[in-house]
């Protein structure tokens, strides 16, 4: 896997070790928003052949902390983390490209809200999730 900068990700950050084995790529990524995007396949399967929910959930998290990552003002990358989010699975897939699409919704200088939606390469949706984030101390 090679950085995660293209034309729509100006952030060239080096992927961490569980970005790494879950797969995903981070394919857009901006002030407010983050798209995150998976070549879902048998690996990434529960035992009954769909996408597991920790992937989804692994890739939710992701895009929702992204999405506040970039600081309006400087268009520096602050470290954050979640401290709470809810899921909600909508329906089951057994692979192909998975699309989650993370947005900041609010927030102040501490913590702030996300939330993101994750579909199939259909459209269809897949599960939602809505988020709030800590900045992480000495993260400007």
Same mark, same amino acid.
């Given at each position: ?19 790494? @084995?879950?797969?995903?790529? %981070?394919?857009?990524?901006? !002030?407010?928003?983050? #798209? ?14 769909? %996408?597991?929910?920790?992937?989804? @959930?692994?890739?939710?998290? =992701? /895009? *929702?902390?992204?999405?506040?990552? !970039? *600081? ?8 954050? /983390?979640? #401290? ?5 699975? %909508? $329906? +089951? ?5 998975? $699309? !989650? ?12 809200? +996300? ?11 897949? /599960?939602? =999730?809505?988020?709030? *984030? ?7």
């Amino acid at each position: 896997m090679s950085s995660d900068q293209d034309e729509n990700n100006k952030y060239d950050v080096e992927p961490g070790g569980f970005q790494k @084995m879950v797969g995903y790529d %981070i394919t857009e990524w901006d !002030v407010g928003h983050a #798209v995150l995007s998976l070549d879902a396949g048998s690996d990434h399967g529960n035992r009954n052949g769909f %996408i597991h929910g920790g992937v989804l @959930m692994t890739m939710l998290d =992701a /895009a *929702c902390t992204r999405a506040g990552a !970039v *600081c309006p003002n400087t268009g520096e990358l602050r470290r954050s /983390a979640t #401290v709470s989010m809810t899921t909600n699975f %909508i $329906r +089951a897939t057994q692979g192909g490209v998975l $699309r !989650v699409e993370g947005k900041k919704t609010g927030g102040g200088q501490r913590l702030f809200f +996300a939330e993101a939606s994750a579909f199939d390469d259909d459209g269809h949706l897949l /599960a939602t =999730a809505m988020a709030t *984030c800590r900045y992480a101390s000495g993260s400007s």
